[in-house]
């Protein structure tokens, strides 16, 4: 079936490093790809997506390229702040006709001034 | 701005008590998902709905069941609660299609004791 494999965590970097989060994922035809954050007691929420191949998407600095040959969705910041600290979960919805969504088990993200 | 919410933030319930958990959605989205999240296990769906009246199992119904009345309201009922249910709960709407993204309340901290 379909899945997604994030990095484990935590991840703990300085102020204006640069970040990488590896998502890969396992699916039959052409799913969607996602990263969601979820901040301290809070819900998730999108940070950006991409519905097609080479597709990339991007928001508040991160990016993430839709990579249909190595099956990977890698999220990406050239300079994180403190503030960027959280937990980010990687998921795909499938072309097959269902109405799942799949999730990675989350990356938590910690950036020290 | 769109809107997902749930009842209560914090909860304390009893083993054995019937336990019900609301979500509403102001965004007529047709699909409405109950998950629960628990610390290296990500996201894991309990049961979603793609209309109301309709329910679906996800990867782990047992223990649950649920109540889709209306489009905007999707309800998670732990029959008989257990501490192993202790947990946070989250529930989230999307449109049809899988190129959309899902919308997350802030989550319902769960404890049964």
């Known amino acids: 079936g379909d899945s997604v494999t994030q990095m484990e965590g935590p991840v703990t970097l300085s102020e204006e490093a640069f970040l990488t989060i590896n998502c890969t994922y396992t699916a039959t035809g052409y799913p969607s790809l996602f990263w969601y954050v979820q901040y301290p007691g809070e819900g998730l929420q999108l940070l950006l997506k991409a519905t097609k191949a080479d597709d990339k998407g991007s928001n508040k600095g991160f990016e993430a390229t839709y990579r249909k040959e190595t099956t990977s969705f890698h999220l990406e910041k050239g300079s994180v702040q403190v503030s960027d600290s959280a937990v980010y979960f990687c998921?795909?919805?499938?072309?097959?006709?269902?109405?799942?969504?799949?999730f990675g088990t989350g990356t938590r993200l910690k950036v020290l001034a | 701005d769109v809107k997902v919410t749930q009842s209560s933030r914090y909860l304390v319930k009893r083993t054995g008590e019937k336990v019900f958990l609301e979500c509403v959605q102001d965004?007529?989205?047709?699909?409405m998902f109950w998950y629960r999240q628990d610390p290296g296990l990500g996201l894991r769906l309990i049961y979603f709905?793609?209309?109301?009246?309709?329910?679906e199992k996800g990867d782990i119904p047992e223990g649950y069941s649920v109540s889709r009345e209306k489009k905007e309201r999707f309800s998670l009922i732990l029959e008989s609660a257990s501490t192993n249910q202790t947990s946070m709960y989250l529930c989230?709407?999307?449109?049809?299609?899988?190129?959309?993204?899902?919308?997350f309340g802030p989550g319902t901290r769960l404890t049964v004791t």
């Open positions: 709905s793609y209309d109301v009246k309709m329910k």
């Open positions: 989230a709407s999307s449109p049809t299609g899988m190129a959309y993204e899902q919308y």
């Open positions: 998921a795909l919805s499938a072309s097959s006709g269902t109405y799942k969504y799949i």
């Open positions: 965004m007529d989205h047709e699909n």
